[in-house]
């Protein structure tokens, strides 16, 4: 069996992670893993995606015309050309929304061949006219038609034009087109949301959760890097995100370090603007792909501390669960399914106090009272092998599946 993943980036970030790991699983088990992708780490069994001028093009048009995934015209016929050499038993969409690829075009070519197809529900973008997520702003228009959107400025943002009603038509149009079609969301959360969308009417909807992989991230010694940063004797408080925002909470480590005992330090791990000034009690560690570095963080953490409001799975929560490290996470979309009492804390509002209180409570516990749990909770819903096969499985039965 022949699987094409086509994603945004490959072997780094979230997403790109995944991928690599998914063909590594197929080519290490009798099948083949290949991954068309925009950006990364080039893929062995790989094909590069357009170039860093169409994607700035792509980019410049988008903000603004307004419309997202409607342009690099060429790179996607140059892909259609692969995929019709290689003609791939499934093709497997992760995330689509970085301006490299022409929706219409790939899309009109999965339907014409009936090639089954898998998309991930990364974010909410597939089934919504531009938004990758949506809830902070409580706009559920996708659910009947877009139109006078409230994230005209964010995600994908549109300078001028308010595109959006036709890009949910478009997307409804052109995803029912396709015959054997499997949507698959990340948590029960964003599964649910996409069967109230227009992919209710997909052959199947069903929940693979990320996975995590417990060969890599594992507790381990970090008296080094401790050493490193300076933070022999601190409780470490740890935040990490690509990059850091008040939607990623970076407003709510800012207060909390207004409160925090001397004997403690936040460590936020990922791009912060040079231009807002953080507390002597915060460190920044810029952004990494080196999944080694990453461990070491994790590892070294008293309590992983996760403040978006909007996430579709978490994965960085189960990384420091699968470290040994406790969580404390909002209520909120898909967080509360990655941990529970035995592992963490599942807040009640999003309060400075609030959030100082469960970290006090960590502390008291201890850490060592809650490792053992978060591994095996993540061995337990996230495991690498398990979940990579319920994918394998969906793949042979979409392959199998006839109207």
Not at 340 to 346: A, L, N, Q, R, T
Request: with cysteine; glycine share 6%.
């Amino acid at each position: 069996m022949k699987v094409l993943q086509i994603n945004a980036v490959s072997g780094i970030n979230s997403t790109g992670r995944t991928a690599s790991e998914l063909s590594d699983y197929l080519n290490n088990n009798g099948h083949e893993g290949f991954i068309a992708y925009s950006t990364g780490i080039p893929y062995e069994k790989g094909y590069k995606i357009g170039s860093k001028l169409d994607v700035k093009l792509h980019a410049l048009s988008s903000r603004v015309l307004g419309k997202q995934a409607y342009f690099s015209t060429g790179s996607t016929h140059k892909l259609i050309s692969y995929l019709t050499n290689l003609m791939p038993d499934v093709i497997h969409l992760n995330n689509l929304h970085s301006n490299f690829i022409n929706l219409k075009l790939l899309l009109n070519f999965i339907a014409r061949n009936d090639i089954p197809t898998v998309i991930t529900l990364h974010d909410c973008w597939f089934y919504t006219g531009k938004c990758t997520h949506y809830t902070v702003d409580g706009c559920y228009k996708w659910q009947i038609q877009c139109g006078g959107c409230p994230r005209l400025k964010k995600d994908n943002p549109s300078w001028f034009f308010d595109r959006t009603r036709k890009m949910l038509h478009d997307k409804n149009e052109w995803f029912s087109a396709i015959p054997r079609l499997a949507v698959v969301g990340v948590s029960d959360w964003i599964t649910n949301e996409a069967r109230k969308s227009f992919l209710f009417s997909a052959k199947v909807i069903t929940r693979i959760y990320n996975w995590i992989d417990q060969n890599t991230f594992k507790p381990v010694e970090t008296k080094t890097t401790r050493e490193k940063l300076g933070l022999t004797d601190k409780y470490i408080i740890l935040g990490v995100a690509s990059g850091w925002s008040n939607a990623k909470g970076l407003n709510k480590f800012i207060e909390l370090a207004g409160l925090l005992t001397p004997d403690m330090q936040i460590v936020l791990v990922g791009k912060i603007s040079a231009d807002i000034p953080l507390p002597d009690n915060i460190k920044h560690v810029a952004e990494t792909h080196n999944v080694g570095e990453l461990v070491q963080y994790y590892s070294m953490a008293d309590v992983y501390l996760h403040l978006s409001q909007e996430e579709t799975f978490g994965k960085t929560i189960a990384e420091a669960l699968s470290c040994g490290t406790p969580a404390i996470v909002l209520n909120s979309t898909a967080c509360p399914e990655i941990v529970d009492e035995s592992c963490g804390i599942v807040l009640k509002d999003n309060r400075s106090d609030t959030i100082f209180e469960a970290i006090m409570k960590i502390k008291e516990n201890g850490k060592l009272s809650y490792s053992s749990h978060a591994v095996s909770r993540v061995r337990k819903n996230f495991h690498s092998q398990t979940n990579m096969e319920a994918m394998l499985t969906l793949y042979k039965q979409l392959i199998k599946y006839v109207d």
